[in-house]
């Protein structure tokens, strides 16, 4: 089963930009699909984005600000490199695959 952790997060202004890093470990196969979700305080978890071989799928909220992508084939690490943050992006911010348990997450906090 694989391992994923996400890091990079961090409190940040309105306008700015953040890069979040998913790594991965302990699978037996290769990971092909890599999904982001995030959950506000108070709110249920919801997907952010998705990269699946070289597609990518978005969230509408998200749209035209976010880019999901991979580092290097040999690398399992993901990114969610996100652009022009609004405090409605605040959340903690999950990456997940298929049949891999939720992480720790990591906190993005938008705020002036």
């Known amino acids: 089963q694989a391992q994923l952790v996400e890091s990079g997060g961090g409190l940040v202004q309105p306008g700015g930009s953040l890069r979040l890093s998913c790594a991965a470990s302990?699978?037996?196969?290769?990971?092909?699909?890599i999904y982001w979700y995030r959950q506000a305080s108070g709110k249920e978890r919801e997907w952010v984005a998705t990269?699946?071989?070289?597609?990518?799928?978005y969230a509408d909220s998200v749209k035209g600000r976010f880019t999901i992508s991979r580092d290097s084939p040999k690398k399992m690490v993901w990114y969610l490199e996100m652009n022009n943050l609004k405090p409605e992006d605040t959340a903690v911010y999950y990456c997940?695959?298929?049949?891999?348990?939720w992480g720790q997450g990591t906190q993005v906090t938008v705020s002036s």
């Open positions: 302990g699978s037996a196969f290769p990971i092909n699909t």
């Open positions: 990269i699946q071989g070289g597609g990518t799928l």
């Open positions: 997940t695959t298929t049949g891999s348990s």
